[in-house]
């Protein structure tokens, strides 16, 4: 994906991904479900990679088969984004709540 509005248009935030086995199925679902209760553009990406996907979409999220101890940056932009990030990081460091 292309950035429509330039960096300070989004709320960011990271988190390492601490689940042995990584960013599997169930974790993913979760982030997905959670990215979908928010009305805002959510966008994730694994590592320093340039290649946004979107946080609202389980396939695309399974696709980017993030390994124990990867860093998930986040964005968002919309009414809501800074709730977005924070809720997303927060799932994530709580281990998925798994």
């Known amino acids: 994906m292309t950035d429509a509005a330039p960096d300070t248009a989004y709320a ?7 689940d042995p086995t990584g960013l599997h ?13 928010f009305d805002a553009r959510i966008e994730i990406r694994a ?3 340039d290649g946004w996907i979107n946080a609202k979409s389980p396939n695309s ?3 980017l088969k ?8 986040i964005r968002a932009s919309g009414g809501c984004a ?7 990081v927060g799932l994530i460091e709580r281990d998925f709540d798994g």
């Open 61 to 63: 999220v399974m696709k």
């Open 82 to 88: 800074d709730r977005a990030v924070a809720a997303l």
């Open 47 to 49: 590592g320093r990679s």
């Open 25 to 37: 199925a169930r974790p993913a679902v979760k982030l997905t479900k959670l990215a979908k209760g």
């Open 12 to 18: 960011r935030g990271e988190a390492v991904v601490r």
């Open 66 to 73: 993030v390994a124990f101890g990867e860093t998930l940056s």
